[in-house]
């Protein structure tokens, strides 16, 4: 008896995971590869889903799951249905814990679903195809729970990142000094700075406002990206970190070279084209008066 019960739930087992197809709408076709639970996510309510999609070639173009950060879709109300021409449709046709997939030409994906023009390189014709497994279906409330919740995972991350790199950052900068016989003093947060000549004047605030001369240039190759023609004032409030803690150890009169990790400076992202990610920066600067 107990044998045949295994027998029945095996085959209730692969029951389950054996690929069907449900049409959307508008008859689009969809691939159930697994089947979820419950009834299909009704108008007003969100499909918090992970997302791959490729092209013929297997080219994934987005994955959510490597990102840590779900696709999230509202299923629209029925005003607009008719009009539905492309794979929008198919989000009308999903349960919590389904597992699908949709193939779709570029040109309907982008035309239709995107509503943009097919970009240059990609042919209309192509096949793209998007695997796609719904996670949660919720309200706006609980909506707003979960972006709370990826707001909150992905600043330590991206604190656990920083302090990563500022060890990096640090590393580098005190072997540019000691390989330069270059002796320095130590700011905050990882910032290095030589007095080249001491004013004898007040010092500034994060709410002065700066009049400076400046050269910057990439510390480790020396490419000058940047430097002022003639002195320009600058809300030191709006620049980079490095500069706000380095100004306000200089009097009035000083010139200082500062070495700036990146994370004081551009970050992960730089500044496009000059100033690449993660870049340490070095900054020639004379702080001349402020207000």
């Known amino acids: 008896m107990r044998f045949s019960y295994l027998i029945i739930a ?24 697994r089947e979820g639970e419950g009834e299909f996510a009704g108008p007003g309510k969100f499909l918090v889903m992970n997302m ?13 799951r490597s990102k840590g950060i779900p696709v999230v879709i509202l299923v629209p109300d029925t005003s607009n249905i ?25 040109q309907s994906l982008f035309e239709n679903t995107w509503q943009q023009p097919v970009p240059a390189g990609v042919k209309p014709e192509d096949k793209i195809t998007f695997l796609i497994g719904c996670k949660e279906v919720t309200d706006r409330e609980g ?68 009049k400076v001369n ?37 009097p009035k009169g000083s010139k200082a070279t500062l070495y700036i990790p990146s994370t004081l400076g551009y970050g992960q992202n730089g500044s496009p084209p000059v100033i690449p990610a993660n870049a340490n920066l070095v900054f020639e600067v004379e702080l001349i008066d402020f207000k």
Do not use: H
């Open 52 to 64: 791959l999609y490729k092209d013929s070639k297997d080219s994934i173009w987005n994955d959510t």
């Open 143 to 210: 909506i707003q729970k979960i972006q709370a919740d990826i707001q909150s995972r992905e600043m330590e991350r991206m604190q656990k990142l920083a302090v990563e790199q500022m060890a990096l950052d640090s590393a580098a900068i005190d072997t540019y000094l000691a390989s330069n016989n270059i002796k320095a003093e130590k700011g905050t947060k990882g910032l290095r700075y030589v007095i080249t000549k001491l004013g004898n004047g007040p010092k500034p605030s994060l709410e002065s406002t700066v």
């Open 214 to 250: 400046y050269k910057g240039s990439l510390l480790e190759n020396g490419t000058v990206f940047d430097q002022s023609q003639a002195p320009i004032e600058f809300p030191l409030a709006n620049l980079i970190q490095g500069w706000q803690i380095g100004f306000q150890l200089l």
């Open 82 to 106: 008719k009009n539905e021409k492309g794979m929008e449709s198919a989000f009308r046709v999903v349960k919590k814990g389904d597992s699908l997939e949709l193939t779709v030409t570029a």
């Open 10 to 33: 095996l085959a209730l087992s692969l029951a389950a995971c054996k690929n069907s197809e449900r049409k959307a709408p508008n008859g689009f076709q969809v691939k159930v590869i």
